[in-house]
């Protein structure tokens, strides 16, 4: 295994392929990181005090580079912790009112970073399906599998070696970014809200769905042992990941069951109360084994919507997709109701988590399995 890893390596730092994969990642890390800080004026106009060269609805006169951090994260004086969780849970008086009742924009702040995390694997999945094909393709078009199992080399150590190869790549890519969003922060002298058990888990799952496309576009390699066959089947794959498929099935569910019982008292309760100031007495909840949100009232569970259930075949159907789509955080956050913070601490998130898992380990027994038995020529 050491010494096919070495000649990867070699073959990785001498060739072209990986060099101009870095410097598309390096570019775009910033380039698109870069769009985002510039979308939010809360954040871009610390370089600038006319905030007439800033298009943001956000952007105000009394707003500038000297007052800025004063309407900030930075100076609402509230825990990171408070703000993921304003949407989900009942926060101290204190908290709810410097978050709600002062004139400041954190939740963007906090809605602005999560947006650039679960972004991550946007770019560099539509970059490694074509790196796969043609630095990986190289093994078989130029005889190097062949002589490597001439060798004494098994398949399964060459197939092992290049998803490891792969996933190293992986993990550089998803570093190049944060650096490069870290780097932004430094320059726009902005210092996100950052809760880490959310964000942690966000870039885990960030890091892990690029792990598995690069492992189904490795099994596709080796499984057709030819450049042409893996570049289409690798597309497939890349069209198919940006795909909201967990959001579209997410949206069947809700059609079918959050329909409001408008007679009920509990929703009486519900839309009666449905002010800021009875903001913080409201408690939202994700059953994951059903996928539905509960609301709390005063502790209270308040059942607002009809009782109409969706046939089980087609629930269980709409569950599957939601729960093996290794994208499901990042699909359903900004989407529906369902915010970040609820998502982590009720389970979806590690149900992403394994969920990536699941098609990795999947997608390479298959390919292993099926390598083994192929014919080299």
């Known amino acids: 295994m050491k ?12 060739g072209y392929e990986f060099w101009a994969l870095m410097a598309l990642v390096l570019i775009s890390a910033f380039f698109l990181n870069l769009n985002q800080f510039k979308g939010e004026a809360i954040i871009s106009i610390s370089r600038s005090d006319n905030v007439d060269e800033i298009r943001s609805e956000f952007a105000r006169d009394d707003i500038n580079a000297g007052n800025v951090d004063d309407y900030r994260y930075k100076g609402l004086g509230v825990s990171a912790y408070d703000l993921y969780r304003a949407e989900s849970e009942i926060l101290t ?12 924009y954190a939740l963007t702040e906090v809605w602005t970073l999560l947006r650039m995390l679960g972004g991550l694997h946007s770019f560099p999945i539509i970059l490694i399906i074509i790196f796969i094909p043609l630095f990986f393709g190289r093994l078989f078009s130029d005889g190097t599998v062949k002589n490597l199992i001439a060798g004494g080399h098994s398949k399964a150590k060459i197939y092992l070696a290049s998803l490891l190869v792969m996933t190293a790549i992986d993990v550089l890519i998803i570093l190049i970014n944060i650096i490069a969003i870290a780097v ?4 726009f002298r902005w210092t996100p809200p950052v809760y880490l058990p959310v964000v942690l888990m966000l870039i885990l ?29 690798s597309f497939v794959i890349g069209v198919i990941s940006f795909v909201p498929v967990s959001y579209m099935a997410a949206v069947g569910i809700f059609l079918h069951e959050w329909r409001y019982d408008l007679q009920s008292e509990d929703y009486q309760t519900y839309n009666d ?8 007495r409201f ?8 996928f ?13 919507y009809d009782d109409i259930k969706m046939p089980a075949a087609t629930k269980a159907m709409s569950l599957a997709v939601i729960y093996l789509d290794p994208f499901v955080s990042t699909n359903l956050f900004g989407d529906t109701s369902y915010d970040t913070y609820m998502m982590y601490r009720d389970g ?20 292993i399995v099926i390598f083994r038995k192929r014919e080299i020529r």
């Open 292 to 304: 539905s949100e509960e609301i709390y009232f005063d502790g209270k569970e308040l059942k607002i």
């Open 273 to 280: 109360n449905l002010c800021l100031d009875n903001w913080n």
């Open 348 to 367: 979806l998130m590690a149900i992403n988590v394994g969920n990536n898992v699941f098609w990795t380990v999947l997608s390479t027994a298959c390919g």
């Open 93 to 104: 008086e204190d908290a709810f009112e410097r978050i709600y009742f002062t004139d400041n």
């Open 184 to 187: 932004l922060c430094l320059y």
């Open 3 to 14: 010494k096919i890893l070495a000649g990867m390596l070699y073959r990785l730092f001498k």
């Open 205 to 233: 799952i960030e890091l892990l769905s690029i792990i598995t496309v690069s492992s189904l576009c490795i099994a596709a390699l080796f499984i057709t042992m030819k450049k042409t066959a893996a570049f289409i089947a």
């Open 283 to 290: 408690e939202k909840r994700l059953d994951v084994l059903n």
